[in-house]
């Protein structure tokens, strides 16, 4: 815990940390006030959950280097309850997102992104590099060919810049990109899109701020079925956030810590008249490119957002609009897994599958969380068919000469019983044949589910109804539990009761 808390502060890395933040702090401010719009509320609820966002995890979440603010996910969760009951029941609703998602922490449910496969995994990070590229295309459609020059020059900037002796290494050209188109814009007097146009920029810190809503049942039921979703949405991308940018950096991250952290925030975001968020995956890739690896990174970010709308909002609002667009266009090239398309000859069916579907599902909807579910719902539907397969039953006839208690049919089973295979086991038993004595050797076989239980009630039963005698044996201890517990052909009044006796 010690060297993980050092780790997370150490200043190690303080020059690349302090930069990216920097970098992370500008993107942020049109993300912010672009969340805002869409939410329905004024800029400054986005910017100020930004900035409390930012600052909390920076301190309490589980991944550091993460970088989470207002995200357009969360944004259109909100628009029906800010449009119908107004912002005290937004800022309320976040506050229950939060303590939703600070009880899921201490559930341990951040323990579940292990259910996630790779290729959803994938199939999500895809698609976000697709949303994150059509977002900027409204700032590319409709202007005048200023704005493409700019774009195609911050670009060139971002790519290029690197490889200039000395300086590419100690700057991130994201920055470098924005100050020089920035400076370039104010110096000719460009009539392109700036950051000012977005929205109005707020002139003074958040205070405290209680919801002014009625503290009752009818408030609790006007919240809850938009707090439940937002909670959902908000860990669901966070985590899948802090496995991308695990992977990234190489690092390992606390998924249920994440959790906690992500509702404190949310919590404190909600008490300054903030909105909802979660981690945000172009900025944090942003971050990890430009170099940011420590808490120290995400920290920077969040008081250097509050610095620059507050006190340097005449500046910032003159930053072009194409100069972010080319920042955000260098995260969607560089977020997408561009591996995967070769991979698509390579990996078996099911997993391309699985990637293509959690893409076009989350692009088609721009909700990450549906995207994900279908793509986990349908890797456990391939997984759980091809285990199926994985289930061999033989059979012998031994003569009475070979047994002392008399000839028998020895069946057995090799593999996995559940629900998908349950039908196959239960097939592969002949029950007309004339024989006296049937046993059934479970020894390497393994009994998962009621299905699987009922399966063996089945066999057991029909052969009884023949004439048969049956013997089980070799059930290991985890199937002998849920045979003993589950099962009625050794029990002879649950026998009795079915064969109605």
């Known amino acids: 815990m010690i060297s993980t808390l050092k780790y997370g502060w150490s200043l190690y890395n303080l020059r690349g940390d302090v930069l990216s933040g920097l970098v992370v702090a500008l993107a942020l401010i049109p993300e912010a006030i672009a969340f805002s719009i869409i939410a329905g509320v004024d800029p400054k609820v986005g910017l100020y959950a930004s900035f409390c966002i930012a600052v909390v995890t920076a301190f309490f979440g589980g991944r550091p280097g993460m970088i989470s603010a207002a995200t357009g996910a969360m944004a259109l969760l909100m628009v029906t309850l800010v449009k119908e009951h107004g912002l005290e029941y937004l800022l309320a609703a976040t506050l229950l997102t939060g303590v939703i998602q600070i009880l899921a922490g201490f559930l341990k449910l951040g323990s579940l992104m292990r259910f996630v496969s790779r290729s959803v995994v994938t199939g999500f990070v895809n698609a976000l590099a697709i949303l994150i590229f059509m977002a900027q295309l409204p700032e590319l459609i409709d202007v005048t060919w200023h704005v493409y020059v700019m774009t195609a020059a911050g670009l060139g900037i971002i790519y290029l810049f690197p490889y200039v002796p000395r300086l590419g290494a100690l700057i991130p050209s994201p920055l470098v990109c ?100 979660c981690a945000m995956i172009g900025q944090s890739v942003i971050n990890v490119k430009s170099g940011g690896r420590t808490r120290i990174s995400t920290l920077i970010a969040g008081v250097v957002l509050l610095i620059l709308v507050v006190f340097l909002d005449e500046w910032v609002s003159q930053i072009p609009m194409a100069a972010l667009v080319a920042v955000m266009i ?172």
């Not at 707020?202 to 405290?208: G, K, M």
């Not at 006007?222 to 908000?234: T, W």
């Not at 997408?336 to 959690?358: A, C, G, R, Y």
């Not at 091809?386 to 089973?413: C, N, T």
């Open 178 to 277: 924005i100050l020089l188109l920035t400076a370039v814009s104010i110096t000719l007097g460009l009539n392109i899109n700036t950051v000012g146009d977005m929205g109005e920029l707020p002139d003074d810190l958040p205070v405290f701020l209680w919801p002014d809503v009625p503290l009752n049942l009818e408030t609790l039921w006007i919240i809850l079925p938009y707090a439940v979703p937002l909670a959902v949405v908000g860990l669901l991308e966070s985590l899948m956030t802090a496995t991308i940018v695990d992977d990234l950096t190489d690092t390992p991250s606390d998924k249920n810590r994440e959790c906690k952290g992500q509702g404190l925030a949310n919590v404190v975001a909600g008490l300054f008249g903030g909105m909802a968020g």
């Open 330 to 501: 260098m995260v969607s090239i560089g977020t997408f897994s561009w591996e995967s398309i070769v991979n698509l000859k390579k990996h078996p069916l099911s997993t391309n599958l699985v990637m293509l579907v959690t893409v076009a599902i989350v692009v088609a909807t721009h909700n990450l969380a549906l995207g994900v579910f279908a793509g986990v719902l349908l890797a456990a539907l391939f997984f759980a068919n091809k285990i199926g397969q994985y289930l061999y039953i033989d059979s012998e006839y031994i003569d009475s000469e070979l047994v002392d208690s008399g000839a028998l049919r020895r069946y057995r089973v090799v593999g996995q019983v559940f629900f998908s295979s349950a039908e196959k086991f239960t097939a592969a038993f002949d029950f007309k044949e004339d024989v006296e004595r049937v046993r059934i050797d479970l020894s390497q076989a393994h009994f998962w589910d009621i299905t699987a239980v009922s399966a063996l009630d089945k066999v057991v039963l029909k052969f009884r109804r023949e004439g048969t005698e049956v013997e089980v044996i070799g059930l290991n201890e985890a199937s002998a539990t849920i045979v003993d517990r589950f099962a009625v052909h050794d029990k002879p009044e649950a026998v009795d009761q079915l064969m109605g006796h």
